[in-house]
């Protein structure tokens, strides 16, 4: 969903409010914001950012019956189709959908859901 250029003003609005004072200058908020901005990303664990990347199943498995994030590619002759869904990794097979998949290529963990704002 995109954010309306309303809700976008009234956030930098706020910002600057909060973090600037009237003699800041444009660049130096946009300074301060960049800064925090690297803050926060490199407070990122490195097992995060590991836990959100696509694993190819050709290098890497997830933990057995551990339901995971997947990418399916469907090839039919014709045309390819790769998708997303949930599955798991048990004794060799892939289980999606209570079916046995041979045609997982990735996975990854799934993110945390979202909480609101």
Do not use: H
Not at 30 to 51: M, P, V, Y
């Amino acid at each position: 969903m995109a954010i309306s250029e309303t809700k976008k003003k009234i956030v930098i609005d706020n910002y600057f409010k909060s973090e600037c004072n009237v003699d800041t200058s444009i660049r130096e908020a946009f300074a301060k914001g960049f800064e925090i901005g690297l803050k926060k990303g490199s407070e990122l664990k490195e097992e995060t950012i590991e836990q959100l990347s696509w694993n190819p199943v050709s290098k890497s498995l997830p933990p057995e019956e551990m339901m995971v994030e997947i990418t399916i590619c469907e090839d039919n002759g014709d045309t390819t189709l790769k998708y997303t869904d949930a599955g798991w990794y048990y004794k060799g097979f892939w289980v999606v959908n209570n079916e046995i998949r041979y045609d997982i290529t990735a996975w990854k963990s799934f993110s945390k859901a979202y909480e609101g704002e």
